[in-house]
């Protein structure tokens, strides 16, 4: 019997040097707070695990009704004009409105250089009736002999202002008419700008390769004034260029 009451206390004091613990089994006191501690941490460590899942929870809805909002938003995309016509390239781009070409007169020296695209409703402001001193705006005609289309010239030229929602970029390449690889052409046609005599500033766009005249516009009063571009050796390289040639272009879309 001695025997065995010294074996149980070598197990007992072997159990408790393990557990790297200085309490005695017997003692139901040290028991009872050990197990209360315990009981505390689980309490505290489930409403971590509570918490958490709730933080979780509330991050997943954010992203979810941003998500949402985003999904109704219209998509990013790209707007370029098409000059020369009243549509837009179809497949690759929509409408946004349709209008008159227009810009500064070519004999004023102190016109704007940029075209515009007027739309076809305009919304006059409160100075619409303002006296002061301006800059004046007219609507644009083809000057040429053919080349913007036969029996163009004089007329008035038509604009659309278009939007590709699948593309975010817009490239305008002047003396090509077939997009680099990995662009999607928009559409091609020929360079034009302002006659190099005149004395107004003008830009380089690119004129739809089959213009369209805009019935119902007054013949050759002049006012903005689109002419083809020639290539001039020199400076420019000459091959791959050859002298005094009407330059293509083509709208690119990526």
């Given at each position: 019997?001695?025997g ?8 007992q004091y072997?159990i408790?040097?393990?557990?790297d ?6 003692d139901p ?10 009981q505390a ?11 958490e ?6 991050e ?40 008159f ?15 515009v695209?007027?739309?076809t409703?305009?919304?006059w402001?409160?100075h ?6 301006s800059?004046?705006?007219?609507g ?19 604009c ?5 929602p699948?593309?975010s ?9 077939v997009?680099?690889?990995g662009?999607?052409e928009a ?7 302002g ?5 107004a ?11 369209q005249?805009l019935?119902g ?25 050859e002298?005094n040639?009407?330059l293509?272009?083509?709208v690119?879309?990526?």
């Amino acid at each position: 019997m001695v025997g065995f009451s010294v074996l149980f206390l070598c197990v007992q004091y072997t159990i408790v040097r393990s557990a790297d613990r200085r309490i005695l089994l017997s003692d139901p006191d040290s028991l009872n707070r050990q197990i209360i501690d315990l009981q505390a941490q689980y309490v505290q460590l489930q409403a971590t695990i509570n918490e958490e899942k709730l933080k979780s929870s509330t991050e997943i809805q954010q992203l979810r009704d941003t998500l949402a909002s985003l999904s109704v938003r219209p998509a990013g995309g790209a707007t370029f004009v098409r000059w020369g016509h009243k549509d837009c390239p179809v497949n690759v781009s929509s409408l946004v409105y349709t209008g008159f070409a227009g810009g500064s007169h070519y004999a004023h020296p102190g016109g704007a250089a940029s075209p515009v695209c007027l739309p076809t409703e305009p919304l006059w402001g409160q100075h619409k009736d303002a006296v002061d001193d301006s800059g004046f705006m007219y609507g644009a005609e083809y000057e040429d002999h053919g080349l913007f289309g036969k029996d163009s010239s004089n007329e008035d030229v038509p604009c659309a202002v278009c939007r590709s929602p699948a593309h975010s970029s817009i490239l305008m390449i002047p003396g090509r008419n077939v997009c680099y690889s990995g662009w999607t052409e928009a559409y091609q046609g020929d360079l034009a700008s302002g006659y190099y005599a005149h004395p107004a500033p003008s830009e380089n766009v690119c004129m739809d390769q089959s213009p369209q005249p805009l019935f119902g516009g007054s013949a050759n009063q002049d006012g903005k004034l689109f002419y083809g571009v020639r290539s001039v050796c020199g400076s420019l390289r000459c091959p791959p260029y050859e002298n005094n040639k009407f330059l293509s272009c083509v709208v690119c879309l990526q």
